[in-house]
């Protein structure tokens, strides 16, 4: 079973594959926070276990086994974050940091029960899918809200990102996951959004926040 800093690695590796097609050791330094050298080390050692593939000045990549690596700590993640929200009545702001020292709980038996408790969830509370025991993971076919170009209803599905401060403001907004939006008017010139939702409410929508959204097409306007 891997050490906490491997999780850390191997969780890392996964999030970057996602968003690059090739992984530099540069990379993984800045998102892990340590110096290359470091990085190198831990390679080597994620390497013997037959996690990853690297030669020198080529980029890193997962291997199949790595994948599922990577993909049951996150499930054992998501999992900590849904019963922090659903049983202990964390806010969704809250949830990420507690989750990030849990993931690292190493009795397979202890997130069993966690899934049992919480009825085998697909998606943790911002909407991310989690990992099947096999490390398959789901993907939702939903729309960036910020790639509609007509106006329609959408209900929010899942969230781009999660971090504290965008929790907050949605919080502000009362704006949740399950929230039903109609788009009333998307500006040409910024790609801002005006919207209606619960009683009546209208609020302007940026570009930022609006490429941050996961959205599902209930009908158009």
């Given at each position: 079973m891997p050490s906490s800093t491997k999780e850390d690695y191997l969780k890392a590796l996964h999030f970057l594959s996602h968003q690059h097609s090739e992984?530099?050791?540069?990379?993984?330094?800045l998102a892990m926070q340590v110096s290359k050298p470091t990085?190198?080390?831990?390679?080597?050692?994620?390497?013997?276990?037959?996690?990853?593939?690297?030669?020198?000045?080529?980029p890193i990549q997962l291997t199949t086994e790595g994948k599922?690596?990577?993909?049951?700590?996150?499930?054992?993640?998501?999992l900590a974050e849904l019963f922090l929200f659903q049983v202990m009545g964390f806010g969704w702001?809250?949830?990420?940091n507690i989750a990030e020292e849990l993931e690292h709980v190493k009795s397979d038996l202890f997130?069993?029960?966690?899934?049992?408790?919480?009825?085998?969830?697909?998606f943790?509370?911002?909407?991310?899918?989690?990992?099947?025991?096999?490390?398959?993971?789901?993907?939702?076919?939903?729309?960036l809200m910020s790639q509609i170009t007509n106006p329609c209803k959408v209900v929010i599905k899942a969230l781009r990102q999660s971090n504290p401060e965008f929790l907050i403001y949605l919080n502000e907004k009362n704006i949740q996951l399950g929230t039903e939006l109609t788009i009333i008017a998307i500006e040409n010139f910024d790609g801002s959004m005006t919207v209606s939702y619960g009683h009546c409410r209208q609020l302007l929508i940026s570009q930022a926040v609006s490429t941050q959204l996961w959205v599902e097409v209930i009908s158009s306007t």
């Open positions: 992984i530099s050791v540069t990379e993984l330094g990085v190198n080390v831990m390679i080597k050692n994620l390497a013997a276990r037959g996690w990853v593939r690297h030669e020198k000045y080529k599922k690596a990577a993909a049951r700590v996150i499930r054992k993640h998501r702001e809250e949830v990420h997130f069993q029960r966690i899934d049992e408790m919480l009825g085998q969830p697909l943790d509370p911002h909407g991310s899918p989690i990992p099947d025991l096999m490390g398959n993971i789901i993907t939702p076919s939903y729309t």
